[in-house]
């Protein structure tokens, strides 16, 4: 691991390190500086055991919040009685049902309208016609699809759901992986490096296979982090819609219930979850682009 | 800068704009003479219908409208202003230490499902649409400064600044009479193409209820609201839908046409 990757790797590690040391604040602005209703305050200290809560020192509080997110302990739903960790596990497995195909389905659909719109001019002015469709947010698709499910007669409630779901969530990541590929294949095309390449008596197939892919496998990889944050994040707009009882939907059902274990433990676990695959797609991509390394 | 500068469309659009308000305004007195039936569906006195307690939906849609449009016409300036001055700020003063630490914490920021940070901090705050203004505000700001930044340090290198430089003009000189300018364009164009990622990130926060409270209305609401009489009520719905396309394939033009024109004016 070179120097650079050391540096990066500690920063991330001391900035997730401090946002949960702040997570914890925000229970105790909640309960003491009352922003949350009083049946919350009252189902809170049940929770920690804190049956006097005046006597008790912010500290100790802030200590034991601490240790429960630290140990994966989010406490209980207060409007279930369940764990809020069993809560976020059970959704995630739902939510990677989705989450997975989608991923796949943008990389390969994306990837074909970018060689197909670079290859043809026709090709191309269809698609700078026709952006402005991915531009369409999510909700919107969700509910014209279900609305469409439900006048052709297909049951939405069967698998078909998740299919319409996944179609709904790699709309947008479509639009940017089409984008970047025809941008990075028309750089490539045009680079002093294909030049360069051609003239040491590399054929064009040989440099693609060579190196080009692997710029374009690079590209590829710094999508990836992005696109699970905007699929994690707006999850809730195609699993709402459908039913689907993944992580998004049982985060809108905490929000309106004010289910503040659950709400908390949804964010802890996908700040955890994206900057460890932040750190990995870093580690990744350090390893294959020399370009990286070496300055 | 753009084409909505230019005169003659400046004045259709103050002109629609007019028209739509005074057709509102009648449209509104027209409304509260009668007597609101609850589920109606679109009929000549309520043109979208009206809702489970008998609000009028073009009403509300209207409304959902003034909403979208004032969130964005307050955040787009806000993290404007304040990408400028963060991303100028740490490009002028170029303290390694200082630098490497910002640029981390952006990168890690940046990396985070800003979304749910959002969430959580509007949770902490309160629901409301003043709050959600803030709390955009604040989360698109590093971001934005990062680019200012990084357009910045590449306008470093180019060769008329090290020349103002070996001239011997003054740091603030070089930043206000030729960084600022040379980033200026490309900035004012990242700015507005975060149009549509606004009012997508606003979309979300008032279909889980923590923007616009009733009996306000914003097109998210309506969306969540709309849900559980997707076929029975579809006008309930279907509205907010169409509008919100018109929406987005708005700013997908004004963003399109701004870019064009920029190309126009880089290459030639």
Not at chain 2, 33 to 47: G, I
Not at chain 2, 56 to 73: E, G, P, Q, S
Not at chain 2, 204 to 231: C, E, I, K, W, Y
Request: with cysteine; hydrophobic share 55%.
């Amino acid at each position: 691991m070179n120097e650079r990757m050391q540096k990066r790797v500690i920063y991330r590690i001391v900035f997730l390190a401090l946002t949960v040391l702040v997570i914890p604040l925000v229970p105790i602005v909640i309960i003491f500086a009352g922003v949350s209703s009083p049946e919350y305050v009252i189902k809170g200290t049940l929770n920690m055991d804190l049956s006097q809560m005046q006597a008790v020192s912010y500290w100790k509080i802030y200590s034991s919040f601490l240790r429960n997110i630290i140990c994966f302990d989010w406490g209980t739903s207060t409007a279930s009685g369940q764990s809020a960790l069993s809560i976020v596990s059970s959704g995630m497995l739902e939510s990677l049902k989705i989450i997975i195909p989608s991923i796949i389905i943008s990389y390969i659909i994306g990837t074909l309208i970018g060689i197909w719109a670079e290859k043809s001019k026709k090709a191309n002015s269809i698609w700078n016609k026709s952006q402005f469709i991915f531009y369409i947010p999510m909700i919107v698709i969700s509910y014209l699809m279900l609305y469409f499910l439900s006048f052709v007669g297909v049951d939405f409630l069967s698998n078909v759901k998740y299919v319409a779901a996944m179609i709904a969530l790699s709309v947008y990541p479509v639009y940017v992986i089409t984008n970047a590929l025809k941008k990075t294949l028309q750089e490539l095309g045009s680079s002093d490096f294909l030049v360069f390449h051609m003239a040491l008596g590399f054929s064009t197939d040989e440099i693609w296979e060579k190196f080009c892919y692997k710029f374009i496998v690079i590209d590829y990889l710094s999508f990836f982090e992005n696109m699970l944050i905007f699929m994690i994040g707006f999850l809730f707009f195609v699993e709402t819609p459908f039913g689907i009882h993944g992580m998004g939907y049982k985060f809108v059902i905490a929000i309106q219930r004010f289910d503040y274990p659950v709400i908390i433990g949804f964010c802890i676990f996908g700040i955890t979850l994206l900057s460890i695959v932040g750190l990995i797609v870093e580690a990744i991509k350090l390893k294959l682009d020399p370009r990286l390394t070496s300055v | 800068m753009c084409s909505l500068y230019d005169k003659s469309r400046l004045k259709y659009f103050t002109g629609l704009s007019l028209l739509l308000v005074a057709i509102v305004l009648i449209y509104k007195y027209e409304v509260s003479l009668n007597n609101n039936v609850m589920f109606l569906p679109p009929t000549w006195h309520h043109w979208f219908g009206t809702d489970v307690i008998g609000n009028d939906v073009f009403l509300k849609a209207i409304y959902a409208l003034f909403v979208a449009v004032v969130t964005i016409a307050i955040v787009l300036p806000a993290i404007y202003i304040g990408g400028l001055i963060v991303g100028i700020l740490v490009s002028y003063f170029d303290n390694p230490k200082l630098r490497e630490f910002f640029l981390n914490l952006v990168h890690y920021w940046v990396t985070l499902p800003v979304l749910l940070i959002a969430v959580f901090l509007l949770i902490l705050v309160g629901a409301g649409q003043g709050n959600v203004i803030g709390i955009l505000i604040f989360v698109l700001i590093p971001s934005h400064s990062l680019y200012v930044y990084n357009q910045m340090e590449e306008a470093k290198k180019q060769d008329f600044v090290i020349a103002k430089r070996s001239y011997g003009f003054s740091k603030g000189y070089i930043f206000s009479h030729h960084l600022f300018p040379y980033v200026k364009n490309s900035f004012n164009t990242y700015t507005l193409s975060r149009m549509p990622e606004i009012l997508m990130m606003d979309l979300a926060f008032n279909f889980l209820g923590l923007g616009v409270q009733p009996p306000h209305s914003s097109f998210g609401r309506m969306l969540f609201d709309g849900l559980s009489f997707m076929f029975s009520a579809w006008w309930m719905w279907v509205f907010a839908v169409i509008l919100v396309i018109l929406l987005f394939v708005l700013i997908n033009s004004i963003v399109m046409s701004i870019l064009k024109k920029e190309e126009e004016v880089r290459y030639g």
